[in-house]
């Protein structure tokens, strides 16, 4: 190819591609060079600095790092001579001096054992510099800096990978070490305990500590196995690598996977011993008789309220309660929840499962929580639910907005290419009314007054408007209805909206003009965008936003929502939603419902079902009398949870298929124990659109069974005739009802373990970008939405003056079912807490760390007070993950009228001391209000 040159290696003429160095060409020509102060995976840049890959060029004197020299043509090359054995040799000799001899090393199979080994060393000539002491302060890392090299890979893990900055190199000479922080110990420094130091140390220096031994310190990443998987916990869906000793889960690895280039969070790394916790269920119970639905069940013991039984006493028992009342009370008195922390086949089954045995289209999941307001506008606006653009287009973006979303907690990996991206020069916007990391990153933050987004996006795009920055072009040949968000526009000018929003004039013109002037811009947004009443206008002035630039359908381009939960996006493919059969088929289609029909062979209902809110008030009012529940906790999850609770508790019968005794089991009449990620096989699909295979990497516990075997039985006592046994089986008929599917099969998803949908070829990876060409709707063009300026459902008032926002932790993930489990991640955050504004706490008599009772006008929690400055005066951030102090008590159950999404961002709060005393004569905070509305 002429984009090559050619130079001799060791007496072979070669050929370097563009950009590679000389350890790059001999790794692929087979030659091993021995190698420690650098990774060849994505992200890390060669350094140099251990010498360990030393080789000769003929013509030189001295001799060159093969990590970072390249090859230039008729070069001449010898990674064997004599010279540069002895060198390399020489180089290890002499880090070999201060490690601590094998047997005590924290990590006896390291890279830097590997290459001592090729070399013939186990001991050094040369006197060691003294013994450092270990760091254990933190949960879930061992520091052990006396086998510390000085490599520097640490230090480039944190700041250049993961972009987190707080690893660097101190001191001189033979005292220079890597330092956290200002030389504090790890526990104590700013660590987000990524965990990629630990994967990029080569000799131990840092470990997990799941590895080492207490006492000893002594370690070793030696396993039995190994298992590729997915991480099973937010919607970036990195792949992982199971390190199994023992049929234990020793430690994780982040793999090379398209979404997270081996890179993973806390919880992706350390955040799976909840499987191995001893609240596991284990055996299928059967509530006694006569007891109260409540929850005053300890977890660890259920057997205060349930007894135990056999799998064919408790699935019978199970389905014939469902089958009675959907006799005595027809089969619109049933309802089913999903789990998007499930597979693709297990969703697709339980959705499957409710439609053609109850005839009823009752059957949602969590996605009504999340971004349902946000998958209705881009169904209306563009004919997609899914994304335009992965999150990996922002290397070629030039602008990046991030709205409504906290990516560095919710989406950590997510966040590391934004960070890379703000670093290379792009112009990073971050706008949301909860300050984030990401604002150190970012050209702009707009921290603008809660639930006044409409009108701050109306206002950007008054200017885009106003100063003709609009792309006439691609408006013309791919959008329709401009004419009419024109004219809407023409009374949003940043002047007139800047009490309402809390943003200057001035700012709203210069971000508008940044965006509208952008050759490739992105826009990714969360929950804060879509947890609102008005949730589905919000995310119309986004899509509008971008298409009026002509930002979608090219490189670097697109609109995102990121995707919460781990399958999220491949449930609602899958068609568990109560309006749609997999692949968004309307089910009041007369020719979707007949495809189905057959499909199934079966009747089918053509009403749009109950969501998961309106299946909880039609329980309270007796009209849904039965549930099966998959791996959801709607006694955790779902708004104003005294509500909730009573409307499940409610039920004449209620069947949870769970890992735990979650909040919701405890009320279950028969609770059917399933099996937990590791434990199965089985697709999901990430944020990205993503395909991908997660695999079981450990044996079922006790007598658990796999939810897809689980889902089977139920539907074989209900009298349907499935006869699944792998879900390799339900993939091949999801591909005769999913056209997304097309081109992808499961063995090529054995094989490669991630495809993109929608993918053209069978051999094609799947396109990253969609919609270059036109939109999948009637028109082939989008459609331009105005949206109106809403007020929240609740506003702060003098008995509730402030305004409560709800969110996840970076530590915990959802209702907390999983991460409390994990001992790391609970030890890192193990109570609930609200955030407020300093001046806020300061104006209510509260200090810091104290405990303080938080009630709205559904109920009250208490918690602890955390001062936090990137919260606005007069807000609350308070995360839902905890029982003992369950934000979603006070959350406003109120519902966009289209996505039918709860109003979780929003909602009038009011705040007392520990003392009890509260202050009511503090004046309420209008600047939070969204004033003019």
Not at 203 to 209: D, E, F, N, Q, R
Not at 238 to 246: L, P, T
Not at 373 to 389: M, N, P, R
Not at 629 to 636: F, K, L, S, T, V
């Amino acid at each position: 190819m002429t984009d090559q040159l050619l130079f001799t290696l060791d007496g072979n003429v070669v050929a370097a591609r563009p950009g590679e160095t000389i350890w790059q060409v001999a790794k692929r020509e087979g030659i091993d060079i021995p190698h420690l102060c650098w990774l060849p995976e994505p992200g890390y840049r060669a350094d140099g600095n251990c010498r360990a890959c030393m080789v000769e060029v003929e013509g030189e004197r001295v001799l060159t790092a093969s990590c970072i020299r390249k090859p230039t043509p008729n070069m001449v090359v010898k990674t064997a001579t004599d010279r540069a054995v002895k060198a390399r040799r020489m180089v290890i000799e002499l880090l070999l001096a201060d490690q601590p001899p094998r047997e005590d090393s924290p990590d006896r199979v390291s890279p830097f054992w590997h290459w001592a080994d090729i070399q013939g060393l186990d001991a050094s000539r040369f006197p060691a510099h003294g013994i450092l002491k270990p760091d254990l302060s933190h949960p879930a890392m061992a520091v052990n800096l006396d086998a510390c090299i000085d490599c520097g890979l640490c230090v480039r893990a944190c700041r250049e990978v993961q972009v987190n900055d707080v690893i660097g190199m101190a001191f001189r000479n033979i005292d220079a070490k890597p330092v956290f922080d200002f030389d504090d110990p790890m526990g104590l420094s700013t660590c987000v305990a990524c965990g990629e130091c630990v994967q990029a140390c080569p000799t131990g220096a840092l470990m997990p500590k799941s590895i080492v031994d207490p006492i000893t310190q002594h370690g070793s990443r030696e396993v039995d196995r190994e298992v590729h998987s997915v991480c099973p916990y937010c919607g970036v869906g990195c792949q992982i690598s199971y390190q199994i000793k023992d049929n234990t889960i020793a430690f994780v690895q982040g793999r090379n996977g398209y979404s997270n280039e081996n890179r993973l969070c806390v919880k992706g790394r350390f955040g799976f011993d909840y499987v191995k916790n001893p609240q596991r269920l284990m055996k299928p119970l059967i509530r006694k008789p006569g007891l109260p639905k409540r929850l005053d069940i300890d977890p660890s013991n259920p057997f205060t309220h349930f007894r135990e039984a056999s799998w064919d006493e408790a699935l019978d028992v199970a389905a014939k309660g469902l089958a009675r009342i959907a006799k005595e009370h027809g089969d619109g008195s049933i309802a089913g929840f999903g789990s998007a922390k499930c597979s693709n086949e297990e969703a697709y089954l339980f959705q499957k499962l409710i439609r053609t045995r109850f005839r009823n289209n009752n059957v949602d999941h969590c996605t009504r929580l999340c971004h349902a307001s946000s998958v209705a506008a881009l169904i209306d606006g563009i004919g997609s639910g899914a994304v335009t653009a992965t999150f990996n287009e922002v290397e070629h973006a030039d602008v990046i907005m991030i709205i409504g979303a906290n990516p560095t907690e919710n989406h950590p990996v997510a966040a590391t290419f934004f960070k890379q991206a703000a670093k290379r020069g792009a112009t990073l916007i971050v706008i949301d009314p909860r300050g984030s990391a990401l604002r150190e990153h970012a050209t702009y933050t707009l921290q603008f007054k809660p639930a006044s987004d409409v009108a701050l996006l109306n206002a950007f795009m008054h200017v885009i408007v106003e100063e003709n920055l609009y792309d006439v072009q691609y408006l013309q040949a791919y959008t329709e209805n401009f004419e009419r968000l024109k004219e809407h526009l023409s009374s949003y000018s940043p002047e007139s909206v800047t009490d309402i929003c809390g943003i200057d004039a001035k700012t709203i013109r210069e971000v508008a003009r940044t965006f509208g002037r952008a050759e490739r811009a992105m826009i990714f947004w969360g929950m804060g965008i879509s947890q609102h009443v008005h949730g589905t206008e919000n995310a119309r002035c986004l899509i509008a936003l971008a298409l009026m630039c002509g930002q979608v359908g090219r490189p670097g381009t697109g609109l995102h929502p990121l995707r919460g939960q781990n399958n999220v996006q491949g449930a609602s493919d899958a068609g568990l939603i109560p309006m749609f059969y997999p692949d968004y088929a309307d089910v009041t289609s007369k020719e979707i419902h007949e495809k189905y029909e057959e499909l199934w062979q079966t009747p089918l209902s053509t009403t749009t079902g109950l969501t998961v809110v309106e299946i909880i008030n039609a329980a309270n009012a007796g009209k849904i009398c039965g549930m099966y529940i998959q791996g959801e906790n709607p006694a955790m999850s779902d708004p104003d949870l005294d509500h909730a609770r009573a409307g499940i508790a409610k039920l004449e019968h209620l069947v949870v298929q769970d890992i735990f005794l979650t909040e919701t089991a405890m009320m279950a009449d028969v609770v059917l124990p399933s099996t937990a990620w590791p434990e199965k096989t089985g697709t999901v699909t990430n944020t990205n659109r993503q395909i991908q295979m997660g695999r079981k990497a450990l044996n079922l516990p006790g007598d658990t069974r796999d939810d897809l075997w689980i889902i089977v039985e139920m539907a074989k006592r209900l009298g349907l005739n499935w006869t699944y046994t792998h879900p390799s089986e339900v993939f091949a008929e999801m591909k005769l009802a999913m056209p997304s599917l097309d081109n992808i099969t499961w063995d090529r998803l054995e094989r490669e373990s991630s495809i993109i949908y929608p993918c053209p070829e069978p051999d094609h990876p799947g396109e990253a970008i969609v919609f270059g060409d036109g939109f999948p709707t009637k028109s082939g063009r989008a459609k331009l939405v105005p949206a109106d300026v809403l007020p929240p459902a609740e506003v702060p008032d003098r008995e509730y003056p402030l305004v409560l926002m709800t969110g996840r932790q970076l530590e915990h993930w959802h209702t907390g079912a999983m991460t409390r489990r994990a001992e790391v991640l609970d030890l890192l955050e193990p109570g609930p807490t609200a955030s407020l504004n300093p001046a806020t706490l300061g104006r209510y008599g509260v200090e810091p760390g104290q405990t303080m009772r938080v009630t709205t006008r559904r109920g009250s929690i208490e918690l602890t007070a955390r001062a936090d400055r990137h919260v606005q005066e007069g807000t609350i951030f308070i995360p839902f993950a905890y029982v003992e102090a369950a934000a979603n008590v006070l959350t406003n159950p109120q519902l966009d009228p289209i996505g039918k999404i709860p109003e979780y961002k929003y909602c009038a709060v009011k705040i007392e001391s520990s003392h009890g005393k509260e202050r009511p004569e503090v004046e309420f905070s209008r600047n939070v209000t969204a004033s003019g509305l």
